[in-house]
């Protein structure tokens, strides 16, 4: 599958040293896993969450499910072994935290070959630098990490995000002009099923791919907000074969409910029913 055509609705942060977490991962309907060996990892289990992370990757069983590796930071003492660990395992990118600038991820791309990277945007430095990380040759993937970047900044929360818009479009910009996945940053109220999809349906709008999560009882509401809809999906059949006919009977201009349907309105129409597909796909594997 093309990894521009798959969905990332839903990114689920899964603990690397938590035996009963990995394996509960391969039952969820989730599009992506991070599996991390920062935050969620004390200092006396680094080394041993890497072994537990490796053994539980070569077991298997996670199917479609994109498997994300993040390391800590190449600044702490347990960065440049999680790398080394992590490209000998079964993931499919390693994720970086705290990226300012490309040249932390050249740092990171010495220790892991052509392995794909994704970047944790979370720091004012590394938003001033988005267009230079988004355009680095192994760089695959965007993850805004909310929560850092809105104590580096001194923000209040707000349901509306304002504080952190500009951040979060500049890195869109970005990744948008790179054809990089982008996904939101966590939601932290796990039980806010309201705020939730308040904050999905936002970043939806903005072009988000996805949202990250800190629990499974997310899923359901994250997978719908980020996945077409029924009217989407009606819509751009309908605006597909409009279009098609229009030209094949060689008139100047489609129409598909009262609004004209031109060209840059196919490619979407096309866009939405291929993401559908996929997402179908996934559902069935």
């Known amino acids: 599958m093309d990894p521009r055509q798959r969905p990332y609705r839903s990114v689920l942060y899964i603990p690397g040293s938590r035996d009963r977490a990995l394996d509960k991962a391969r039952t969820l309907p989730v599009d992506a896993i991070i599996f991390d060996l920062e935050d969620a990892v004390a200092a006396d289990e680094k080394a041993n969450a890497r072994e537990t ?9 996670y199917g479609d499910r ?3 590796a993040r390391i800590n930071g190449l600044d702490t003492e347990w960065g440049r ?7 000998e395992m079964d993931a499919d990118v390693v994720l970086l935290p705290k990226v300012n600038s490309a040249a932390d991820v050249d740092a990171l791309a010495v220790l892991t070959g052509d392995m794909p990277i994704w970047a944790m945007m979370e720091t004012p430095r590394g938003m001033l630098n988005a267009a230079e990380i ?3 040759p192994l760089m695959t993937g965007f993850v805004m990490g909310t929560n850092d970047l809105a104590k580096d900044l001194q923000t209040r929360f707000r349901p509306d995000r304002l504080p952190l818009m500009t951040s979060l479009g500049l890195c869109l ?15 932290n109220a796990f039980k806010d099923a309201d705020g939730l999809a ?6 939806r709008d903005m072009g988000f791919d996805g949202k990250t999560l800190i629990h499974p009882a997310q899923v359901e509401i994250t997978n719908a907000a980020f996945a077409p809809s029924d009217a989407e999906i009606d819509l751009a059949r309908r605006q597909i074969a409009a279009f ?3 030209e094949a009977q060689g008139q100047g201009v489609a129409v598909v409910d009262g609004k004209i349907v031109e060209n840059l309105h196919v490619v979407t129409a096309r866009e939405i029913l291929a993401k559908a597909e996929a997402i179908s796909a996934l559902q069935a594997g």
Request: proline share 0%.
């Open 53 to 61: 992370l490796k053994a539980a990757l070569a077991a298997g069983g």
């Open 66 to 68: 994109v498997k994300i």
């Open 81 to 87: 072994a999680d790398a080394e660990a992590v490209r």
């Open 134 to 136: 988004a355009a680095h």
């Open 173 to 187: 910009l970005a990744a948008k002009a790179e054809g990089l996945i982008i996904v939101d940053g966590v939601y």
């Open 198 to 203: 308040a904050e999905c349906e936002q970043g």
């Open 244 to 246: 098609e006919e229009t």
